[in-house]
T-cell receptor, first 115, second 115 residues
Framework: GAGVSQSPSNKVTEKGKDVELRCDPI?????LYWYRQSLGQGLEFLIY????????KSGLPSDRFSAERTGGSVSTLTIQRTQQEDSAVYLC?????????????FGQGTRLTVV | AQTVTQSQPEMSVQEAETVTLSCTYD???????LFWYKQPPSRQMILVIR??????QNATENRFSVNFQKAAKSFSLKISDSQLGDTAMYFC????????????FGTGTRLTIIP
């Protein structure tokens, strides 16, 4: 596609439910990143993929969070048993190479609201 | 661990004026990249300018320029002839080179251009 696409754009869920957030990176981009942006905060790193493997999962806040990437393309971030503190904008980015001296392109994010 | 600090949560300036956004960072590494990203209300992060730490010359992109002071670990963004479309959140980010691929972001500065 022309850019990084994330779906859904907005998601409201009840506390305790599971949610899946999807990211379609730019075709050919091998590196994919998930960030979380809480209100008034900067971007918090969650996880990074190089191809289908995740060399760095250090940012995942708890074992309720998981992510996978298949076919070196689409990635899914899953949050189980959502809590109100999970409410945030989840941003995905992709780049041509693991070395981000090339530009990282961001999607428009998924705004998650847990009620 | 690396950190990025933006000490100006909000700024405003009259259209056509010049504004400078501050950023300081901390890392023990010698080779790294620094970035300024713009996030308009659409939420999409857009790369404004990048600086390689090994380059002494300050990066410039049209109306945007940086003042990179490596010894002081300072990386400020200057916007000249500001335009209404410059209204956005601006994030400073640090990327370590070779093997640590995650961008570390500051908390952002909300810039408003006043007509």
């Amino acid at each position: 596609g022309a850019g990084v696409s994330q779906s859904p754009s907005n998601k409201v869920t009840e506390k305790g439910k599971d949610v899946e957030l999807r990211c379609d990176p730019i075709s050919g981009h091998t590196a994919l990143y998930w960030y979380r942006q809480s209100l008034g905060q900067g971007l918090e790193f969650l996880i990074y993929f190089q191809g289908n493997s995740a060399p760095d999962k250090s940012g995942l806040p708890s074992d309720r969070f998981s992510a996978e990437r298949t076919g070196g393309s689409v990635s899914t971030l899953t949050i189980q048993r959502t809590q109100q503190e999970d409410s945030a904008v989840y941003l995905c980015a992709s780049s041509l190479a693991a070395q981000l001296n090339t530009e990282a392109f961001f999607g428009q994010g998924t705004r998650l609201t847990v009620v | 661990a690396q950190t990025v600090t933006q000490s100006q949560p909000e700024m405003s300036v009259q259209e056509a004026e010049t504004v400078t956004l501050s950023c300081t960072y901390d890392t023990s590494e010698n080779n790294y990249y620094l970035f300024w990203y713009k996030q308009p209300p659409s939420r999409q992060m857009i790369l404004v300018i990048r600086q390689e730490a090994y380059k002494q010359q300050n990066a410039t992109e049209n109306r945007f320029s940086v003042n990179f002071q490596k010894a002081a670990k300072s990386f400020s963004l200057k916007i000249s002839d500001s335009q209404l479309g410059d209204t956005a959140m601006y994030f400073c980010a640090l990327l370590l080179n070779f093997g640590n691929e995650k961008l570390t972001f500051g908390t952002g500065t909300r810039l408003t251009i006043i007509p």
